[in-house]
């Protein structure tokens, strides 16, 4: 399979993971909507800044889908560009393992789970945190913080919407 099919297959996906989530956040009783970067106006809205602010503006939660819409970025490029735009407060990423570690614990028995450290201590030790560039533009824009938690419990995104400080953040 060629990288763009495989690209575009994985913003797919991530579009079926917002409608998810938002199904899940709506159960509890949260405003959410699902914005995506390519157009598919019976499944998602299209993504627009100003609309997603209005929505924020009003206490919605607003999940971004399908990447960047294009090819060769990665979500995690997604993420930092939306949060730089949107001026967010923070950025949450949900991964396969809960948080920040000094090597891969899947791979490294040694590896102890970081809870706090700066942008430059994460690029400096090459942290496992979001892909390099992306962690640059957070950085450079602003972004106040990144909270990296564990998904293997559903309620971890309930708990950290409500505060919970479990995994790690990265800060300037």
Known sequence: MDAVSADMMGMLGTVMNCLCMKEALLRHGVHAHVMSALEMPRVAETYNRDL???YMER???VLFAAGLGNPFFTTD???A???A???ADAVLLAKNIDGVYSAD???DDSAVLIRDLSYDEALQRQLNVMDQSALLLCRDQGVPFIRVFGLDDPQ???K???GDSMGSVVHP
């Open 85 to 87: 735009e949107i001026g």
């Open 59 to 61: 206490g919605h939660v």
């Open 52 to 54: 997603a602010l209005e």
């Open 156 to 158: 971890n995104i309930l």
């Open 81 to 83: 560009l939306r949060a």
């Open 77 to 79: 490029s997604a993420v």
């Open 105 to 107: 614990p899947r791979k």
């Open 160 to 162: 950290v919407l409500a």
